[in-house]
Structures are given as structure tokens and as C-alpha cells.
């Protein structure tokens, strides 16, 4: 509603899970949408040029490893440097350990980040400043 033309809409559908109780052991690359409620051991990151991909993590989910996707939804644990692209949205039973960086992000109340924060400006945004003109 507020974005800029041209940039990537979220993905609005899931085409994979990894179910609760799942276990992955390594790393996992995907496109589209991916829903994880179970735990994953070993990066997750979406694939080249995906940059509608959505990574939605469950108050359940558990990642162990680097995380680099364009969008994120999360309400649960990673255990790693996260890497957004577009927007990454932190939901009140998230739990980040280690480094963040983002172009637009939304944390909720409750919401923990144990690490840097890093905003990625893609383009600079120019401040322009009105001069009130006196004129007696």
C-alpha cells in the first residue's frame, strides 16, 4: 500500500513446510514461500533472484544457522546472523541470536534481537529542509 513501485511483494502462499517435530540437518535453499515449524540445523536462504521469497517461522521453529531471504515472518527462534533484503517483521515470541540486517523491518512488543541491527538503505533517502521566508 505504501511501498515503492517496483519493489517485490511478499510471497502470498506457501509452497513448503517443515512440519513440527522435523528435524533438517543442513542447508536448505528454496523459492516462493517456505513455512518452517519444526527445526533446522544448517543455513536457509533463498535462492538467487528470488526476491518475492518468504520465509515464515512458527512460535516453534528453531534455525541454527544463517538465515538470507528477502522477506521474513518470524515468531520464533534463530540461532544466527539473519540477512533480509526487502522486509523482515519480528513477531512478539521471536528470539534472534545474532546479527540483523534489514531494508524495512517491524518488531513487536516482546520481540528479542541479541545482536547488531544494521539498516540496508538501498537508496538514500535526500532531507530536504523548508526555510520559512521573511520577507518585512
Known sequence: MFGKKG???PQGRIDSLIGAGTRVEGSIRFTGGLRIDGEVVGS?????????STLVLSEHARVEGAVHVAHLVTNGTVVGPVNVSESLEIQSKARIAGDVEYAVIEMHQGAVVEGHMVHRGGKSGELKLAVANKSN
Not at 536457509?44 to 518475492?52: Q, R
Request: glycine share 8%.
Open 7 to 9: 519493489d517485490s511483494a
Open 44 to 52: 536457509v536462504e533463498a535462492a538467487e533472484g528470488a526476491s518475492s
